[in-house]
């Protein structure tokens, strides 16, 4: 079965930088898009940042100009590297996938999610 595993969370100061990964492992095939979601509490989950495959990246206008998206398709790996934070991005970070993977019994696409790290960032 297909797993993401998402590291690099932790707590810094206003103005400082995380680095996140997010590695999928399994029987994969092939990864479409790969992005970042937050959900801060008392709020919805949302979009943070998306690659596509081909390594095009898109941001959410809050975080436009401060975190990069990039990803290692030999690794199957995501990276989120967040520069400049500050106390609104405090958030639980998941890692999101589209996988192509082998099930057991076939081929299929699915969504898969990570179990989310933790961001705060303190004034």
């Known amino acids: 079965q297909v797993q993401l595993v998402e590291s690099g969370g932790g707590l810094v100061q206003a103005g400082g930088s995380l680095r996140l990964s997010c590695a999928a492992s399994?029987?994969?095939?092939?990864?479409?898009?790969m992005g970042w979601y937050r959900q801060a509490p008392g709020k919805q989950r949302e979009l943070v940042a998306a690659v596509t495959s081909g390594g095009r990246p898109n941001y959410v206008d809050p975080v436009k100009g401060r975190f990069t998206i990039s990803r290692d398709n030999a690794k199957n790996t995501v990276y989120l590297q967040m520069n400049s934070l500050k106390p609104e991005d405090t958030a639980v970070y998941y890692c999101?996938?589209?996988?192509?993977?082998?099930?057991?019994?076939?081929?299929?696409?699915?969504?898969?999610w990570g179990q989310g790290t933790q961001v705060t960032v303190s004034s």
């Open positions: 999101n996938a589209d996988i192509i993977a082998y099930d057991g019994r076939s081929v299929s696409p699915h969504d898969y």
């Open positions: 399994g029987r994969i095939f092939s990864i479409n898009r």
